[in-house]
């Protein structure tokens, strides 16, 4: 077993990058910078770290046929000891998280925990279920406002926790239409799998209009966010608004899984979702 081992289960790029967006979303939430914001980077790095190493845990039989080079199919590091270090890192990501006690913050913890769970429980078992698998993603994704939002003053939680919502709200609504569309770009290798995926269930067209509403929930939750940061934000949303409803209306006449995949529809929501933060980033530092 080797140190490059438990460096490269981790995917430390995607750790980094998920550390930055929990300083972005406390930033975003709050309109200020603070060092307890290093805290919730720390804490998202380790728990996302703990989390894709459980799931290649859990995956090592499938990536043991498609991704034989990764660490635990290709003998550089046991399944046991990858079970062990999910477990450390998780543990670890937690106790960093007392920090925030000292100034009277219990809900960061609440959060990381209820997280870490979630994490172990989707890798085991959530992955395979049918549409719950798409909205554990979805919720992960939009925690981590609400983590943001958690590290704030204990007598001003209630008053960010209301910007915080729609925020989350625009997240989790786009992201999971996003899940969805994925799964119908997947459906024949799904099967192949035996794979259980809401397309393969219900049906492409079922499927993408429930991604629909789902986009139109986000949708309207990031209009909500007018209230806090008038006209210009509304103006910079809406055309982010409608990249996200160009991107399910390509696919909204799809009955196929090749035909989602020829509209790109899931990269227009891609589009959307990454812009939707430069406009909450650009609100919340200069409106």
Not at 9 to 20: T, Y
Not at 161 to 166: F, G, K, S, V
Request: contains cysteine.
């Amino acid at each position: 077993m080797s140190i490059n081992a438990y460096f490269s289960i981790i995917r430390p790029a995607n750790c980094i990058f998920a550390g930055i967006a929990g300083v972005l979303a406390y930033f975003i939430v709050t309109g200020s910078l603070h060092w307890i914001a290093l805290v919730a980077w720390c804490m998202v790095f380790l728990i996302t770290a703990a989390g894709n190493v459980i799931n290649d845990y859990y995956d090592a039989d499938i990536d043991a046929v498609n991704r034989p080079d990764r660490p635990i199919p290709s003998g550089a590091l046991s399944a046991h000891a990858a079970l062990r270090y999910a477990a450390f890192l998780f543990v670890l990501g937690n106790l960093i998280g007392i920090i925030s006690l000292i100034y009277g913050m219990i809900l960061p913890l609440v959060i990381a925990a209820s997280n870490s769970v979630l994490l172990w429980w989707y890798a085991k078992r959530l992955k395979r279920t049918p549409g719950l698998g798409n909205a554990v993603v979805a919720y992960l994704s939009a925690s981590i406002f609400l983590f943001g939002a958690a590290f704030t003053d204990p007598d001003l939680l209630g008053y960010t926790l209301t910007y915080a919502l729609p925020i989350a709200g625009a997240t989790f609504g786009v992201m999971l239409a996003r899940e969805i569309i994925k799964d119908a770009e997947d459906v024949i290798g799904d099967q192949k799998a035996g794979a259980q995926t809401l397309p393969i269930l219900y049906g492409v067209p079922h499927s993408v209009k429930i991604a629909a509403a789902c986009a139109l929930f986000g949708i309207i939750c990031s209009i909500l966010l007018y209230f806090r940061w008038g006209m210009l934000y509304l103006a910079g949303i809406i055309i982010i608004d409608l990249i996200i409803l160009f991107g399910i209306a390509i696919a909204f006449s799809c009955a196929t899984p090749q035909c989602v995949q020829q509209s790109r529809s899931s990269r227009y929501l891609k589009y959307g979702m990454f812009s939707s933060l430069l406009v909450f980033f650009f609100a919340a530092a200069f409106l």
